[in-house]
Nanobody, 123 residues
Framework: QEQLVESGGGLVRPGGSLRLSCAASERTFSSYAMGWFRQAPGQEREFVVGLSAYGEPTAYADFVKGRFSIYRDVSKNGKITVYLQMNNLNPEDTAEYYC?????????????WGRGTQVTVSA
């Protein structure tokens, strides 16, 4: 079963930074666009950022432009790691963050989901 495994969530103060990671098999996901979604309590899951299978271009939701960035690393042992660097976090960024993989681009439609990692921004 194909897997996306997130890590790096936690509690951070407003204005702080956090980096999320998503581990995936290169054999399975090398041709997929990768991205991140988030879901706050009582709200629908929303797109945050996406990255094409070739590393460029990227697509960002307006509410994270200039604060969040996505990048991708491929290791020699066949693992892809997709990072979400989040800076200048505010309480509205509190949500469960999900890694996703899409076989289509630029219209990002997830074929696979991770289980999520919680990000809480609070003083």
């Amino acid at each position: 079963q194909e897997q996306l495994v997130e890590s790096g969530g936690g509690l951070v103060r407003p204005g702080g930074s956090l980096r999320l990671s998503c581990a995936a098999s290169e054999r399975t996901f090398s041709s997929y666009a990768m991205g991140w979604f988030r879901q706050a309590p009582g709200q629908e899951r929303e797109f945050v950022v996406g990255l094409s299978a070739y590393g460029e271009p990227t697509a960002y939701a307006d509410f994270v432009k200039g604060r969040f960035s996505i990048y991708r690393d491929v290791s020699k042992n066949g693992k892809i790691t997709v990072y979400l660097q989040m800076n200048n976090l505010n309480p509205e960024d509190t949500a469960e963050y999900y890694c996703a993989a899409s076989s289509v681009w630029p219209r990002f439609r997830p074929d696979f989901w991770g289980r999520g990692t919680q990000v809480t921004v609070s003083a």
